[in-house]
């Protein structure tokens, strides 16, 4: 059976001018992670009130001009956004509506609130950084804030403008308004908003919306990003009851993860094979798994399963991310809190250090074995982990280590699906080194851990939308949840797909 796609009369597309096209009294628009796992971005619209769940940014092939033309609405009449988690695919556009004159709150937990302060500022250097790139004017990669040198703030009508600034992110940041789990705030006339633990990474959260746009109400479930029972470090994603409408991610709807535990004896195996004569590259993102990877390795090291480590974190905002979790550890797993503990405690076993300079960085570079180097970005496509492949990829006795999504069009997608050359600054690299993928780390719940928070809901949604997967993934995982839980109603939206919140 094919997935239901197929929009009936009440519904419409907004593909432009969201909203502003006569929608229905009250509707859910899909502006983004729609049959693609980036750009996160639902609007909800009633007769009083319009908002975003999410307002994330789009990465991989063709993200620019996506991203240049994403959010086709006034951002002025938005009356707030909900924010599942800080990823940027979720998290990065608000400095976008916050140029655009958004002045409505953005409400985050408060661990999501203390990581958007690193990110935001983050990816707007990175917007500003490109933009000069694409002028040819200078083609350094950005370095810690303080190296970076004196900025040039452009018009936007320019072009190869940056999409945003600084600025931007600063303005975007005033308007974070922290909500803790489990506790229910209006949000706009009409709609109120509660947080669950989505155990996908620091902060993540369920977005369950309460909207009452006449005299009917509705619940919409937003899964945001889920992560899988019994991961390293969170607690499991909070189950929901109920739902009437139900967005729910599949970025892994179509396999199944291998067990952590041999996901360690993997990496245990990995490690003590390549270190001796060679460097282990890691790309990560910096915000979650980062610090999701140090734990694993504090474990391997505690349990006596690899030689002594000395790990190099080259990412100024990793150690921002990791700060900012040592903050929250409160809201961490116990075992999480004690394994930071021994660590402190046992330097000669795993030594941690994290990379402020590019100076720092580039000294790593003469380093030919015993490392292991985390470095921004997780997919390679940015950051400095570009400097680590270059010089790693073309020595056989060198490791690569995936551990998380590489999405389409991007290096770490072209290194996982085998390439033997890629293009690293303008200079074709051989790849000799050896490339591992390690899926169980996932910080994605996989189809059964999907399936398995789905089996908490009482009844059936009304209607469940299946978002941010590879569209064939979406699909497989839309037939298994009608395959495996009888669910009546479930679709693969197409972006810009308007659906009514009250039917009839
Ligand atoms: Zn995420
Ligand atoms: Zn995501």
């Not at 391997?300 to 190099?312: D, K």
């Not at 180097?373 to 056989?396: C, K, T």
Request: a neutral charge; proline letters at 6%.
């Amino acid at each position: 059976m094919s997935a239901k796609s197929g929009q009936t009369s009440e519904e419409c597309c907004v593909a432009e001018g969201a909203g502003d096209a006569r929608p229905p009294d009250a509707s859910l628009s899909f502006l983004g992670a729609a049959g693609e796992v980036t750009g996160s971005a639902f609007l909800v619209q009633l007769p009083k009130a319009r908002f975003l769940v999410d307002c994330g940014m789009f990465q991989g092939r063709a993200s620019g001009e996506k991203n240049a033309a994403a959010l086709d609405l006034d951002a002025r009449r938005l009356d707030a956004v909900v924010l599942t988690h800080a990823h940027i695919d979720h998290s990065g556009l608000l400095p976008l509506i916050a140029r655009r004159g958004f002045r409505g709150a953005i409400h985050a937990t408060p661990a999501t609130a203390d990581l958007l302060e690193v990110m935001l500022p983050d990816a707007a250097h990175i917007q500003e950084w490109s933009a000069t790139k694409r002028e040819g004017r200078e083609s350094r990669t950005p370095g810690p804030r303080a190296a970076r040198g004196p900025r040039r703030i452009r018009d936007e009508d320019e072009d190869g403008a940056p999409l945003y600034t600084l600025a931007d992110a600063q303005a975007a940041l005033k308007r974070v308004k922290r909500l803790d789990y489990g506790v229910t705030r209006e949000i706009a006339p009409g709609a109120t908003v509660t947080f669950r633990n989505a155990g996908h990474i620091l902060g993540s959260a369920i977005a369950v919306v309460d909207v009452t746009p006449g005299a009917q109400s509705r619940r919409l479930v937003f899964s945001g990003d889920l992560g899988g029972p019994g991961r390293p470090m969170l607690p499991d994603p909070e189950q929901v009851e109920r739902s009437d409408l139900l967005v729910v991610e599949s970025t892994y709807g179509n396999r199944l993860h291998r067990s952590l535990e041999s996901t360690y004896d993997e990496i245990a195996a990995l490690l003590s094979a390549t270190l001796p004569r060679g460097n282990v590259v890691v790309p990560a993102f910096a915000v979650g798994r980062t610090q999701e990877i140090l734990h694993v390795l504090a474990d391997l090291s505690r349990a006596g399963r690899v030689p002594p480590l000395t790990v190099i974190v080259d990412s100024p905002l990793a150690r921002a991310a990791t700060e900012v979790t040592a903050r929250h550890a409160a809201s961490l797993e116990r075992e999480t809190r004690e394994l930071a503990a021994w660590q402190a405690s046992h330097p000669e076993r795993m030594r941690v250090a994290f990379t402020e300079t590019p100076a720092d960085s580039m000294r790593i570079n003469g380093i030919a074995s015993g490392l292991v180097i985390v470095a921004a970005s997780g997919m390679a496509d940015a950051g400095r982990v570009r400097h680590h492949l270059r010089h790693n990829l073309p020595r056989a006795e060198c490791a690569v280590m995936f551990t998380g999504f590489q999405a389409q069009g991007t290096l770490g997608r072209a290194l996982v699906d085998g390439a033997k050359e890629v293009t690293l600054f303008h200079e074709r690299i051989a790849v000799r080194a050896s490339m591992h993928t390690i899926g169980g780390l996932s910080a994605h719940a996989d189809q059964a851990g999907l399936l398995e928070w789905l089996r908490g809901f009482r009844h059936p949604p009304s209607r469940t939308f299946v978002v941010h997967g590879e569209r064939e993934v979406s699909h497989a995982f839309a037939e298994a949840i009608r395959a495996q839980l009888a669910w009546g109603s479930v679709e693969v939206p197409e972006r810009g797909l308007q659906v009514p919140i009250i039917a009839g």
